[in-house]
């Protein structure tokens, strides 16, 4: 992504409406810009982590004003395909969010969507963020916002959002 | 509901020149289970019987709500009426939605919710694997998003059955109850109307009677480790949703969607 000027730069690193400790580039939610210096237009192309994402609005229209800021028109397109998947959130981002308190997600299992769902509570080991224990259960399915789910350790026994890898 | 996506239509000629897509009566179909059916499930907010499900069936309403968005907007530029979201949304009388009944039965218990949405998420991870594979770009889009969306739904709802029917005989008792409610309604899930037949031909959608046997597979595996039976199929079930004829609850749902924009027409906030 090309971030060599300053309103590509004032883009990529606004922060995540839900997890500001986070950039919109680092979750991946970014997926290109393209600065025309003729026209002082941007075009940015973003693409929501979930179908039903309210974030999306705020972040459309943190764009608009950045971009307006460095006295650029920004033309805002969102893209649902190929879809999101936490597998695009860059090693920074993991980083802040683990250092925020919130388990980054692991890698997205190759094979995973196939098959049948099995059932059960979730197997896969998740890392405390505070302790870093592995030695951590599931509370709930789904956590404050649709990409997390709710965690407790056992070892320190806060409990703590985790990332959902999807 | 978006300003920047409804900015984005008008910007939109309002009599698109693109020819109109015989599927896309289909589609109408598509997006209003979802929607319907995010409605329903996002009552349970302050309703559930504890906070993390209150929030569990908001993040699965808001993801349907996502896929109904994403969905509106292109079946108003390939039916060449340039209709947006809230045109579909909130200005369409009850003869003109195309859901099915399951979606718009009242409530009932935290049982009977998680019978519905055992097995309208077990249908909708065939369909939107089905649907993947989508000659329409945005429907294949649309599809391969949520299909990461609906797995995890589906396991939740499988967890709340497994949970509840091989849990106290009361929550059995309960939890095989709400599958006999729920039986009535799921035939029409499957059946061929014409909108479909249209939509499989051109491979954009998919005959809703190849899913069956994948769904039933899957709530069988679900129902049998819950210790609970699949009920007989029912004497009476439930048809016309995808022709318009709804039953009861709808007109109440539409009323409390609707109400607002309806009684302050072009209203912004």
Redesign the interface.
């Known amino acids: 992504m090309a971030v060599d000027s300053a309103v590509a730069q004032a883009i990529s690193r606004i922060p995540d409406p839900e997890v500001p400790v986070v950039s919109i580039a680092d979750l991946g939610i970014l997926r290109s810009v393209e600065v025309d210096e003729q026209a002082h237009t941007v075009a940015v192309t973003i693409t929501?982590t979930?179908?039903?994402?309210?974030a999306?609005?705020a972040i459309?229209?943190r764009i608009?004003f950045e971009a307006d800021l460095q006295g650029y028109a920004a033309e805002?397109r969102?893209q649902?395909?190929?879809?999101?998947t936490t597998d695009w959130m860059t090693d920074d981002g993991r980083e802040a969010l683990r250092r925020f308190g919130i388990a980054p997600p692991g890698a997205v299992g190759q094979g995973e969507?196939r098959g049948?769902?099995p059932?059960?509570?979730?197997r896969h080991v998740v890392t405390c963020p505070h302790c870093g224990s592995a030695d951590t259960t599931e509370?709930?399915?789904?956590?404050?916002?649709?990409c997390k789910a709710?965690r407790r350790c056992n070892a320190c026994l806060e409990p703590f959002d985790e990332f959902?890898a999807? | 509901m978006?300003?920047?996506?409804t900015d984005q239509l008008s910007d939109a000629p309002a009599a698109a020149a693109s020819p109109t897509q015989p599927y896309a009566a289909y589609l109408v179909g598509l997006a209003d289970d979802v929607l319907v059916y995010?409605q329903r499930l996002a009552e349970w907010m302050t309703n559930a019987p504890q906070i993390?499900e209150d929030?569990?069936l908001g993040?699965?309403?808001?993801?349907?709500?996502?896929?109904a968005?994403?969905l509106y907007p292109h079946i108003g530029a390939i039916d060449g009426t340039g209709r947006g979201e809230d045109d579909f949304a909130m200005q369409r009388g009850e003869r003109d939605w195309r859901n099915v009944h399951l979606v718009e039965q009242e409530r009932g218990d935290f049982a009977d919710e998680m019978a519905r949405l055992l097995w309208f998420s077990a249908y909708q991870?065939q369909l939107q694997t089905a649907l993947g594979r989508s000659t329409d770009?945005?429907v294949?889009?649309?599809a391969?998003?949520?299909?990461?969306?609906v797995?995890?739904h589906?396991?939740?709802a499988?967890?709340w059955v497994?949970r509840l029917g091989d849990g106290t005989e009361e929550s059995h008792r309960r939890m095989q109850a709400a599958l006999e409610r729920v039986q009535p309604y799921l035939a029409e899930l499957f059946d061929d109307d014409e909108a479909s037949v249209v939509a499989a031909d051109l491979g954009v959608g998919v005959l809703p009677s190849s899913l069956r046997d994948g769904v039933v597979?899957?709530v069988s595996?679900?129902v049998m480790?819950a210790t609970l039976s699949l009920p007989e199929s029912s004497k009476w079930r439930s048809r016309g949703g995808r022709a318009g004829i709804h039953s009861r609850p709808m007109g109440y749902l539409l009323a409390e969607l609707q109400h607002i924009a309806r009684s302050y027409p072009g209203a912004t906030w």
């Open positions: 929501p979930y179908s039903g994402c309210p999306m609005e459309a229209s608009a805002i969102t649902l395909s190929p879809a999101w969507s049948p769902v059932v059960g509570i979730s509370i709930s399915h789904f956590g404050s916002t649709a709710l959902k999807i | 978006s300003d920047h996506l995010a993390e929030m569990a993040n699965i309403a808001l993801d349907l709500l996502g896929q968005r994403a991870v770009a945005v294949a889009g649309v391969g998003k949520a299909l990461k969306e797995r995890y589906l396991d939740h499988s967890l497994v597979e899957q595996r679900v480790q």
